[in-house]
């Protein structure tokens, strides 16, 4: 890593520190909102069009530790706190704009200025959206849009976070429709959600 890469992400990673979050050992910074939601950012870095530039693109991401635990539970893995996340997006996704975001730093120009745009849409979006989804219904909304989400773990996601919100109706409809979608596949991402549906059902069932 450059020295000039170095630094500008030094730089971010303090002032995020600063307005809260924390750098966790996997290198993403992150902060709990309200009692059961973590909400992430990942510093994503490339090459800009010119040699001396570097470009970061920030992923904005949220995760609730009650539908963590429920699938991780179902499914007999570990739990872990951090991933995978229930919502993932570019933060130019949360922006009026509704468009990839990449921030550009030169090494020949000051980038104090590209680093307070970085910080101030961390602010203005990214913040009032992880406060949004730490409720659990706006959450499992945002777990339904396609570029906030992945279409691999949604389908887990979603039916655990309505049972979770008491929609028990909502939970078992999607495990039918998905399930339905699944019913000509024999490949292993089928046959877990299969195995996932009947854990979750039990749990339905208990609860009732």
Known sequence: MSDFKKNILKKVQKKLEESGFKKSSLGLSYRFFGADLIGTISLSTGKGLRADELAIWPMIGARNQKIGRLVSDIKGQKFNKFYPLHACTNIGYLMPENKWKTFIFCEINPCEKTIRELLDSVERYAVPFMWRVAQLDELVKAIGVERISNPETRIYHIPAGLFLLGDIEGSKSFLDETLEMF?????????????FAVGLRQKIEKSQ
Do not use: V
């Open 183 to 195: 019913s000509s596949r024999k490949n292993p991402a089928s046959e877990n959600f299969r195995l």
